[in-house]
């Protein structure tokens, strides 16, 4: 059974730093491509950062230089790291695994951005 499973959200003000966990069991994790996404309430689920088997990055323009994303495959741990917050990065953060067109999800976590 794959399971995703996403830690350390919460609240913080604009400007300050979270770092998201998503620990991965039931899966190949080296193999598969893992990412962040987010959704605000009253939007679509978007494409936060991602990263390959390979370790090659993508980030949404929104966020470049800003986030960044990690793995640890000794783990089975990936990481986004959230710098320069700002109260539109407030959304529910989902963790993502994929392989040859099969996707997992976590539950969600959420990041709230006051102002």
């Known amino acids: 059974q794959v399971q995703l499973v996403e830690s350390g959200g919460g609240l913080v003000q604009a400007g300050g730093s979270l770092r998201l966990s998503c620990a991965a069991s039931?899966?190949?994790?080296?193999?598969?491509?893992m990412g962040w996404y987010r959704q605000a309430p009253g939007k679509q689920r978007e494409l936060v950062a991602g990263?390959?088997?390979?370790?090659?990055?993508n980030y949404a323009d929104s966020v470049k230089g800003r986030f960044t994303i990690s793995r640890d495959n000794a783990k089975s741990t990936v990481y986004l790291q959230m710098n320069s917050l700002k109260p539109e990065d407030t959304a529910v953060y989902y963790c993502?695994?994929?392989?040859?067109?099969?996707?997992?999800w976590g539950q969600g976590t959420q990041v709230t951005v006051s102002s």
């Open positions: 039931g899966i190949i994790f080296s193999r598969n491509v």
């Open positions: 990263i390959t088997s390979g370790g090659i990055t």
């Open positions: 993502n695994a994929g392989r040859y067109g099969t996707n997992w």
